[in-house]
């Protein structure tokens, strides 16, 4: 009888060899890193008004930082509407606007795109608390980061990580521990909100690995990592 463990390690073994085939960009390759998502990401407005994670990365893997992450970001207001800015509504066409009038010039074989989103999709305002477009589910909001891949594979990127959402059942907002804080001082369950957003991180997560699996064959020439 095979164990959870066993299955577990084939399923891996399976996605690996479908997925992690091609060969990555070779050492010294790239040299721009172009970053989209939320205030996790933007180098502004970072979340908690330190030095955000890319601005790190390039000084470290010696990039030039194109930054388009915008704090509150979801990945598309028409699924999970804010009053922020969003990938698809806002960070991808000022991007393809940049490119178009000539501000921006790359090479896009040496060029890394990064998306880190689903914070705020997942999160008060939105599917926690039921607020997002009606009939969304997560299954929207992790395709809408996937479609992120798409559309920028087909402007001529070749370059991809697409970062897992945090575990944000630890963070104190969704903690079984809460308490009222300044992103939702309501009464609340707070043990069902943090089962909730397990399941939804865990669940998401999965999700996205999956169907990024599946659009790998796809991308000719194409490095997607996550």
């Not at 050492?27 to 989209?36: C, E, M």
């Not at 979340?47 to 990945?75: E, H, R």
């Not at 009053?83 to 040496?110: A, K």
Request: glycine residues 8%.
């Amino acid at each position: 009888m095979f164990t959870p463990r066993f299955l577990t390690s084939a399923f891996l073994a399976l996605v690996c060899t479908q997925w992690c085939a091609a060969q990555g960009p070779y050492p010294g390759q790239i040299k721009n890193l172009v970053t989209f998502g939320d205030s996790y990401t933007d180098v502004g407005d970072p979340g908690d008004n330190a030095t955000a994670w890319p601005v790190y990365a390039a000084m470290y893997g010696n990039f030039t930082l194109y930054p388009y992450a915008k704090a509150g970001a979801t990945c598309s207001n028409y699924l999970t509407p804010r009053l922020f800015p969003s990938v698809f509504e806002d960070e991808l066409p000022l991007y393809f606007t940049e490119r178009e009038n000539g501000s921006l010039v790359l090479d896009l074989t040496d060029t890394m795109y990064t998306l880190w989103i689903g914070t705020n999709d997942v999160g008060v305002g939105e599917l926690i608390t039921g607020q997002q477009t009606p009939g969304v589910t997560l299954v929207d909001t992790v395709s809408c980061a996937v479609d992120w891949v798409k559309v920028l594979y087909m402007s001529g990127a070749r370059n991809f990580i697409v970062q897992n959402m945090l575990p944000l059942q630890l963070t104190i907002l969704y903690s079984a521990y809460s308490y009222p804080n300044r992103y939702w001082a309501e009464q609340r369950n707070t043990t069902e909100w943090n089962v909730f957003m397990t399941e939804m991180t865990n669940t998401g997560n999965a999700l996205s690995a999956a169907l990024l699996s599946a659009l790998t064959p796809t991308l000719t020439d194409a490095h997607l990592g996550k």
